[in-house]
């Protein structure tokens, strides 16, 4: 039991820095400016500054005293506290809209729902990938393995933290209904993948959740931990694919 449990505290370690890796990823929007459209005259409040309007993805821009009303890339907010050096039309999970929740409608495209931002791709039960849109075009990426794509962070997360996402028909796996015992430890399961012996489930509160041992790693049910592969009856060995963080065009 030891060993197991440290080397599940070393697995979420490592998964917690391939979470990092993802949101670490996300970028600012680029956004050629001429995409901003030009608009009419308006009095300004102050003679220079950005100041938000009635919509959250449009807001007046004042140089001098001369203000011009301005409309954000569909998909993008306006966030007043954005500095007066960037590009303040954001990602809407940085953007606070109350009080101006209208928007212009979005103009989607075969690929994307709007012109910019992040969005899952896939039903319940297929959470790991997720589309940057940019200019109304998508880009694919992948959540590391056993990771879901939440739409309310930005981030892979373990898909039982994800509300869009079914874990169990994601990982294709259910916990098995066993009498826990009381106490920390019992509430922790693992279970060998039935479809591969590399690969594992911890059932945390009856909620799966995958882990990989890694390239000449299995898991060994003798000792309920990665072993080395040599050590694990009937695993042959595997190549490992390379998951991660692909970037692929969609068309
Ligand atoms: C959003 O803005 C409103 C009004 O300015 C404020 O009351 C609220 O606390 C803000 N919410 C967050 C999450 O910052
Ligand atoms: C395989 O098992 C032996 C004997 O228990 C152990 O000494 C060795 O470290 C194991 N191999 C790996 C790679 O863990």
């Known amino acids: 039991m030891k060993t197991f449990f440290v080397v599940a505290v070393f697995l979420l370690f490592k998964s917690e820095a391939q979470r990092n890796d993802f949101y ?19 009095h300004c409040p102050e003679k220079n500054g950005r100041f938000p309007t009635g919509s959250c993805d449009g807001y007046i821009e004042c140089e001098d005293g001369v203000g011009e009303e301005k409309l954000c890339p569909d998909g993008l907010l306006f966030n007043a506290a954005a500095g007066i ?23 989607a495209t075969d690929e994307c729902p709007h012109q910019y931002g992040y969005f899952r791709l896939g039903d319940a039960a297929n959470c790991g990938q997720f589309i940057n849109c940019v200019d109304g075009h998508a880009f694919v990426f992948n959540c590391p393995e056993g990771l879901a794509f939440n739409a309310d962070s930005y981030r892979c997360d373990w898909p039982d933290e994800v509300p869009s996402c079914d874990a169990e028909a994601y990982l294709g796996f259910t916990c098995p ?42 898991f060994n049910d003798l000792i309920n931990a990665c072993d080395g592969i040599e050590n694990v009856t009937n695993c042959a060995s595997h190549s490992q694919p390379n998951y991660g963080f692909n970037k692929n065009k969609l068309h």
Request: glycine fraction near 4%.
């Open 177 to 218: 209904q066993e009498n826990l015992k009381s106490g920390f430890l019992e509430e922790y399961r693992t279970y060998r993948s039935p479809s591969d012996c590399q690969r594992f489930y911890i059932c945390i509160n009856s909620r799966p959740r995958l882990y990989n041992c890694g390239e000449g790693y299995a």
């Open 24 to 42: 670490n990823a996300r970028t600012s929007p680029q956004v050629p400016i001429t995409k901003q459209s030009p608009a009419s005259k308006v």
């Open 85 to 107: 050096f960037h590009f303040p039309c954001q990602y809407p999970i940085d953007v606070n809209c109350t009080g101006r929740a209208a928007t212009q409608p979005p103009q």
